[in-house]
T-cell receptor, first 114, second 116 residues
Framework: ETGVTQTPRHLVMGMTNKKSLKCEQH?????MYWYKQSAKKPLELMFV???????ENNSVPSRFSPECPNSSHLFLHLHTLQPEDSALYLC?????????????FGPGTRLTVT | AQKVTQAQTEISVVEKEDVTLDCVYE???????LFWYKQPPSGELVFLIR????DEQNEISGRYSWNFQKSTSSFNFTITASQVVDSAVYFC?????????????WGLGTSLAVNP
């Protein structure tokens, strides 16, 4: 595997379900990110991890819970979601955090909350 | 205000036409960074270019070229002799200071359709 991978690619879940999104980067980067992409809105940064430590949480509701066990893996745990949480969730990585350098993105998980 | 404006929501061209995607930004910072990304239908954003505010040289990479003009706060992207594979959504982004850190401000993207 190369680059940034995400699983699953598609996910349909009910509002009472619990699920997790997984991201893995094979680039040797130290920073990882979760973004939410909704139609007609700018890309929304959710969380930033640098060397496994969370450095940013952009006022994301607690029903989204990130986990970064090491610099290569990032999870987003989902529970009690709302229909408005339906979106494309993108994971990215970069050499370091701080938005000085380019990010490398995974293909995303298309989430539908019913 | 600090923002990125991509005024063209959708562009449709015929293969082999040249096309320019506009990006206009606003910032008070003197040191900032500009990026272009491509998002094909497969979903992942693909990094195209990074430019810092002190480097106003235009860049050419194959059929892609970028025109950075600080005087008009623009960082426009031109595809020469477009191809169907260029069909994608293109995003411009601006990295600026946010307190002791930095933040990345994204444009809404321009959807480019290249028709055969």
């Amino acid at each position: 595997e190369t680059g940034v991978t995400q699983t699953p690619r598609h996910l349909v879940m009910g509002m009472t379900n619990k699920k997790s999104l997984k991201c893995e980067q094979h680039l040797g980067h130290n920073a990882m990110y979760w973004y939410k992409q909704s139609a007609k809105k700018p890309l929304e940064l959710m969380f930033v991890y640098n060397f496994k430590e969370q450095t940013e949480n952009n006022s994301v509701p607690s029903r989204f819970s990130p986990e970064c066990p090491n610099s290569s893996h990032l999870f987003l745990h989902l529970h009690t979601l709302q229909p408005e949480d339906s979106a494309l969730y993108l994971c990215a990585s970069s050499h370091t955090s701080g938005f000085l350098y380019e990010q490398y993105f995974g293909p995303g998980t298309r989430l539908t909350v019913t | 205000a600090q923002k990125v404006t991509q005024a063209q929501t959708e562009i449709s061209v015929v293969e082999k036409e040249d096309v320019t995607l506009d990006c206009v930004y606003e910032t008070r910072d003197t040191t900032y960074y500009l990026f272009w990304y491509k998002q094909p239908p497969s979903g992942e954003l693909v990094f195209l270019i990074r430019r810092n505010s002190f480097d106003e040289q235009n860049e050419i990479s194959g059929r892609y070229s970028w025109n950075f003009q600080k005087s008009t706060s623009s960082f426009n992207f031109t595809i020469t002799a477009s191809q169907v594979v260029d069909s994608a959504v293109y995003f411009c982004a601006l990295s600026v200071r946010a307190g002791n850190n930095r933040k990345l401000i994204w444009g809404l993207g321009t959807s480019l359709a290249v028709n055969p």
